[in-house]
């Protein structure tokens, strides 16, 4: 049996651990896009330590690319795997990927959000495109993979109303065997919208919020910030989720308060908000709150909370070079509101 | 004419500037307590760059000491003025004053926020307690004072209902004799309670809200958090204000937007919290909810900030080790919520 053609975007702590997993099955020969770390990747391997895998003193994947064109060579793929930070407000996937998408190829984002399917759908009207909603941790220090929570992934598809639903769930089905190991989990997911806002519960809650106070979850609690604002925040997520036909169980809150229980445990936003990196914030909270808008429903918390984290990815982008604020502060005329 | 004994707590550069503008007007003799400077001021005194009196090298006031119970042998005091942080979640004004109060002593609050005569007067039900409302830019680093913006003071009075209401008039008048040179402005004001809550338009959204982004106010209009929160949250202050029987023009909220046009100015809360110092969270924020929950007024915009500034609060309490976290996270039992 030839194995399938995979591409994978967005080799960081998490992508990397999916490459290795789709090499480790045996049924893919995998095409990686790697930027920053390139050439040390190239020379020396990935260097992984993993709960799933254990110790790789050097990981490299069939084929390594330092750019989406230069994947090309490897291609037709059948899958095209997107692992990177999802920041529609900094790049647009869809046009990152465009040079080796094919009418044949299978879009699958494992990436956090809700409503991300659309502007793929959108751009790629006949490609089938895939939903993953994945638990795990890993980081990527300069090709050193730290892996210390296992990884599990739930596939299904956003549908496309152009196929029929069969060859979507068919496409599923087949990522899912060439993904599954005897070390993680992956599994398909017919409901995987249900999946997606039930994880939206903690990440479009806990995640701004340890970011814009930078505090993790643990203080967050001690704080008073769980019972004073996450609660009521959670309660606006699951109030969108069901004007968007997604009716998740009340329990489902107090699930997400302890789901980190025991450890201070600072999220991906706060992390990045650190760091200094974007954050993904259009996609948890910014679609969350145009579907609420949209639905008419009204979502005090979520909105402020929006437009703070705004505040700060300007921050971000003004740090980065990617926005310049004008030396002498300007007085708004109407044109520039 | 025998000089008026006059106490002022809290001698950082504001204070310093008071007590500079009091012994300058020649009517008082000043005792300053001072805490963290007191060897070097002793020794040197203040040097003072100031926009209303120039260059001073140095600056003693009359009596220095470097406690209240110190103050008592210059006592008593016919005005006792504060001008430190207001922070009653960190010490309370009417403990630390308690040794130097005397049945004529008239207490002088010269500090932010709202409502802040209640608990002097509850402790002090047979004294004079004044309000002082003022406008300046002054900061010390090390006792040198740098004093940029012009010193401008109304002074009221929070009403005593035990006290005829002209006298508690008189002792404003008084102290704005005692205070006001020709180089500062001071007052009298038939309606602080109106200047206090107009101050707070701009000290409870602004204050707030750059300190929890880390982000100057002009920054903040840039980056939109003044169209998406600033304008609700100023929205808010009105209605408590009017809830409290202060009836502020909506024009107040342009006129505090445009307050700090052509600079990107950090307002103090911002600044407190990046050096790790307290905020005025309490009186400033705290207060005016405490307000609106009394009166029945909803405010989302003013609820969430203060919930979140809490949490920064605690951190900044945390890290000065005046809370400690357990180094295991602790999952909350009913008794600990």
């Given at each position: 049996?030839s194995k399938t053609k995979v591409l994978l975007v967005g080799s960081g702590g998490v992508g990397t651990i999916g490459a290795y997993s789709l090499?480790?099955?045996?049924?893919?020969?995998?095409?990686?896009?790697?930027?920053?770390?390139?050439?040390?990747?190239?020379?020396?391997?990935?260097?992984?330590?993993?709960?799933?895998?254990?110790?790789?003193?050097?990981f490299k994947p069939t084929n390594l690319v330092n750019s989406i064109e230069a994947a090309k060579e490897f291609g037709p793929f059948e899958f095209?795997?997107?692992?990177?930070?999802?920041?529609?407000?900094?790049?647009?996937?869809?046009?990152?990927?465009?040079?080796?998408?094919?009418?044949?190829?299978?879009?699958?984002?494992?990436?956090?959000?809700?409503?991300?399917?659309?502007?793929?759908?959108?751009?790629?009207?006949?490609?089938?495109?895939?939903?993953?909603?994945?638990?795990?941790?890993?980081?990527?220090?300069?090709?050193?993979?730290?892996?210390?929570?296992?990884?599990?992934?739930?596939?299904?598809?956003?549908?496309?109303?152009?196929?029929?639903?069969?060859?979507?769930?068919?496409?599923?089905?087949?990522?899912?065997?060439?993904?599954?190991?005897?070390?993680?989990?992956?599994?398909?997911?017919?409901?995987?919208?249900?999946?997606?806002?039930?994880?939206?519960?903690?990440?479009?809650?806990?995640?701004?919020?340890?970011?814009?106070?930078?505090?993790?979850?643990?203080?967050?609690?001690?704080?008073?910030?769980?019972?004073?604002?996450?609660?009521?925040?959670?309660?606006?997520?699951?109030?969108?989720?069901?004007?968007?036909?997604?009716?998740?169980?009340?329990?489902?809150?107090?699930?997400m308060i302890r789901s980190d229980d025991g450890v201070y445990y600072a999220p991906s936003m706060q992390v990045d908000y650190q760091k200094g990196?974007?954050?993904?914030?259009?996609?948890?909270?910014?679609?969350?709150?145009?579907?609420?808008?949209?639905?008419?429903?009204?979502?005090?918390?979520?909105?402020?909370?929006?437009?703070?984290?705004?505040?700060?990815?300007?921050?971000?982008?003004?740090?980065?070079?990617?926005?310049?604020?004008?030396?002498?502060?300007?007085?708004?005329?109407?044109?520039?509101?």
């Amino acid at each position: 049996m030839s194995k399938t053609k995979v591409l994978l975007v967005g080799s960081g702590g998490v992508g990397t651990i999916g490459a290795y997993s789709l090499e480790y099955a045996g049924k893919s020969e995998v095409t990686v896009v790697v930027r920053s770390d390139y050439d040390i990747v190239k020379e020396k391997g990935y260097e992984i330590d993993s709960c799933d895998y254990g110790i790789i003193k050097s990981f490299k994947p069939t084929n390594l690319v330092n750019s989406i064109e230069a994947a090309k060579e490897f291609g037709p793929f059948e899958f095209i795997v997107i692992t990177t930070k999802n920041l529609p407000d900094v790049f647009k996937i869809e046009e990152l990927i465009q040079p080796v998408v094919t009418k044949d190829s299978a879009i699958i984002l494992i990436q956090n959000g809700i409503e991300i399917g659309a502007p793929i759908l959108e751009a790629y009207p006949e490609n089938i495109v895939l939903s993953g909603v994945q638990m795990i941790g890993s980081s990527n220090r300069n090709g050193k993979i730290l892996h210390t929570i296992k990884d599990s992934v739930k596939i299904g598809y956003f549908e496309n109303k152009n196929l029929p639903l069969d060859v979507q769930k068919a496409a599923c089905e087949k990522f899912v065997e060439l993904y599954k190991t005897d070390k993680n989990h992956c599994e398909y997911d017919e409901d995987v919208k249900f999946t997606r806002w039930r994880k939206l519960v903690y990440n479009a809650t806990f995640n701004p919020l340890c970011a814009l106070t930078d505090t993790d979850s643990g203080r967050m609690e001690l704080f008073g910030g769980v019972d004073t604002v996450i609660r009521d925040g959670m309660k606006e997520v699951l109030k969108v989720a069901k004007s968007d036909g997604v009716d998740l169980p009340e329990d489902i809150m107090e699930f997400m308060i302890r789901s980190d229980d025991g450890v201070y445990y600072a999220p991906s936003m706060q992390v990045d908000y650190q760091k200094g990196n974007y954050m993904e914030l259009e996609v948890i909270c910014g679609n969350a709150l145009r579907i609420a808008q949209k639905n008419k429903i009204d979502t005090p918390v979520l909105s402020l909370i929006y437009n703070l984290l705004r505040v700060l990815q300007m921050k971000i982008k003004e740090a980065k070079g990617a926005i310049v604020v004008p030396k002498e502060r300007p007085i708004p005329s109407p044109s520039m509101i």
